[in-house]
Each structure stands twice: as C-alpha cells, then as structure tokens.
C-alpha cells in the first residue's frame, strides 16, 4: 500500500494525503493512482477529515504524460476507468476531503481537485486543461464533474481555446469555494478539516453521498429522496444529543464573525 510518491500523514481525527512527486511537479503516474485508491480504501475509522495537497511548487501537473504509451481503444478505456475507480474513492469515500490547492491545478489535477468536497486555493494557483492541446480527452471524470463546478460552457472553452483561469478568476469561476493568499492554502485546508471532523458523521455522509445524488434526481424523486435521508439523519442519537444541547443553551449559536 506504501507509495513512495504519496505520503499520508494522520493528526489525530485528519488524514493528510500528500502527492509527493515535486520533481514531477506531481504527475499521477498509474502506480500513484492506485495508491491513492487504496489509501481511502484504508483510511482508519477513526479519520473524520481529509486534506489532499501536493508538495512542491504545484499541485498536480494531471496524468503522466511519460506514461501515455500507444493504447489501444480498449486499453485506453480501461485506463480511464481506473482513474474513475480511484476518484471515485475520493468523492464517495468515507470522509469529507479538502484540496488544498496551490500552482498548477491542470488536467486530471483538476480531475482530482474536482472530486474532493472543498476547495482551498491560493493565490499562485492556475487551472488548465491541456488534454485539448495535447490531443486527447479528460479521462479522469472530468467531464462530469468540471461542468458541475464551473459550467459545460466554460470548460468546453477551457478545452478549444487552451484558456488558463488565475486563482482569483477561477475562483469567481467556482473552482474553488476558498481563495487564500500564498503558502496558506494548506492550513485553510486544515482548518476546514478540523470544523468538518467536528459535524455528526451522519450528516457529513449525507452531504458526501446523497446530496450529489439527488441534485441529479428529477425534483420529484429528489425530494422523495431527501425526506428518507433526512428522517435517517435526525432519528441518530449524535442529532437528539445536539439538539437538546442548543436548546438547553450549552451550543454555539449561528453567528456572522
Ligand atoms: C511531467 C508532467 C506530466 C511535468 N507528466 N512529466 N498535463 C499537462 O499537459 C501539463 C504538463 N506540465 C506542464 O505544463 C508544466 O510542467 C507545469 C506548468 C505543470 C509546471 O511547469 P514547471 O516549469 O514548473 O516544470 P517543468 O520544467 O515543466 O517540469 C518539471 C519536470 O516535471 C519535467 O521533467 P524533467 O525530467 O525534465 O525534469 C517535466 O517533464 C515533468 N512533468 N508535468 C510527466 N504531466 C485521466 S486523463 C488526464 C489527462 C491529463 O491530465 S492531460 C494533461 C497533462
């Protein structure tokens, strides 16, 4: 399971999940993806937050391009899939988990960052899909995810034109929902994790795997969908608990500071 090009750390209830590949500005080779597959299959129960960040100058330079040897169509599928299996594992895993983004967020970086549930930026970050130049396609679940964050219009120009987004522009974009300034994106990215590792687990599961899901629903199903879950969430006993503490005054109200 050890990669020696990703390093995962945990501190206390949150795993931190480091490409450590700089000399490659962080190019996910197969071997790196995998690994990261396994590592949220592995994750400790006792993990309730994630954070992914790359070391180095950039986040992640996308697929590894020394890799992309003749395939045929069917090789070439089964390539994609894996990385579909491996994000798959990101967005739909156990816990929540925060890109802490930072330079180059290109190609399947942007794949990646896009399967994670909060995105932290700095202000050196820039995101790319060079798949357009380069003569191939997102392969990495980029097609269905990138639209869902910064529109089908948007990428589609991203892809014909070569258009780079900065951090700022991108964040208007709704690439990512923080934007921070340099060499801080890691400790939002840890904050974050440290508020998120505090929600009940039910309902950090219920904005992880059923709200993406019933945003996808027809409004009918979606909100047949919503009353299970949320009848699900409120009958645990970690929402009775929380409850009775707001009402009896010993929980923090919701304040704008
Ligand atoms: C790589 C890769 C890579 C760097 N695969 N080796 N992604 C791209 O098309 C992006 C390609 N990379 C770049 O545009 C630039 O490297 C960066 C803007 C990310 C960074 O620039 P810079 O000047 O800091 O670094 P560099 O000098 O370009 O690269 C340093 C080394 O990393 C160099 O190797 P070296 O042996 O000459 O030192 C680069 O070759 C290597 N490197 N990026 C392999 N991507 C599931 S489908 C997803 C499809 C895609 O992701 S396509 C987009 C691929």
């Given at each position: 399971m050890n990669h020696p090009d990703l390093h995962i750390e945990l501190r206390e209830h949150i795993a931190i999940i480091r490409l450590t590949r700089a000399a490659k500005r962080n190019a996910l080779s197969d071997g790196l993806i995998l690994a990261l597959r396994d590592a949220f299959d592995n994750?400790?129960?006792?993990?309730?937050a994630a954070v992914i960040d790359g070391e180095g100058p950039h986040f992640c330079a996308g697929?590894?391009?020394?890799?992309?040897?003749?395939?045929?169509a069917g090789q070439g599928m089964r390539h994609s899939r894996m990385w579909h299996a491996a994000l798959e594992r990101v967005q739909y895993g156990p816990v929540p988990v925060i890109a802490a983004l930072h330079g180059a967020v290109v190609g399947g970086g942007l794949e990646l960052a896009s399967a994670c549930h909060i995105r932290v930026a700095d202000a050196s970050t820039f995101y790319a899909l060079p798949e357009g130049s380069r003569g191939i396609f997102v392969g990495g679940g980029g097609s269905v995810r990138i639209p869902k964050l910064i529109g089908a219009a948007r990428m589609t120009d991203m892809m014909l034109t070569g258009r780079v987004y900065n951090a700022e522009d991108g964040e208007r974009a709704g690439f990512a929902q923080y934007l921070v300034p340099e060499g801080t994106a890691f400790d939002k990215a840890l904050e974050l994790a440290q508020r998120v590792a505090q929600n009940a687990p039910l309902t950090n599961y219920a904005l992880m795997h059923a709200l993406p899901r019933i945003a996808e629903q027809p409004a009918d199903h979606g909100f047949f969908t919503e009353s299970l879950i949320a009848g699900i969430a409120q009958a645990s006993p970690e929402a009775k608990t929380r409850l009775a503490d707001f009402l009896e005054g010993r929980a923090a109200k919701v304040s704008k500071d």
């Amino acid at each position: 399971m050890n990669h020696p090009d990703l390093h995962i750390e945990l501190r206390e209830h949150i795993a931190i999940i480091r490409l450590t590949r700089a000399a490659k500005r962080n190019a996910l080779s197969d071997g790196l993806i995998l690994a990261l597959r396994d590592a949220f299959d592995n994750l400790p129960d006792t993990v309730r937050a994630a954070v992914i960040d790359g070391e180095g100058p950039h986040f992640c330079a996308g697929l590894d391009l020394s890799e992309l040897q003749e395939r045929d169509a069917g090789q070439g599928m089964r390539h994609s899939r894996m990385w579909h299996a491996a994000l798959e594992r990101v967005q739909y895993g156990p816990v929540p988990v925060i890109a802490a983004l930072h330079g180059a967020v290109v190609g399947g970086g942007l794949e990646l960052a896009s399967a994670c549930h909060i995105r932290v930026a700095d202000a050196s970050t820039f995101y790319a899909l060079p798949e357009g130049s380069r003569g191939i396609f997102v392969g990495g679940g980029g097609s269905v995810r990138i639209p869902k964050l910064i529109g089908a219009a948007r990428m589609t120009d991203m892809m014909l034109t070569g258009r780079v987004y900065n951090a700022e522009d991108g964040e208007r974009a709704g690439f990512a929902q923080y934007l921070v300034p340099e060499g801080t994106a890691f400790d939002k990215a840890l904050e974050l994790a440290q508020r998120v590792a505090q929600n009940a687990p039910l309902t950090n599961y219920a904005l992880m795997h059923a709200l993406p899901r019933i945003a996808e629903q027809p409004a009918d199903h979606g909100f047949f969908t919503e009353s299970l879950i949320a009848g699900i969430a409120q009958a645990s006993p970690e929402a009775k608990t929380r409850l009775a503490d707001f009402l009896e005054g010993r929980a923090a109200k919701v304040s704008k500071d």
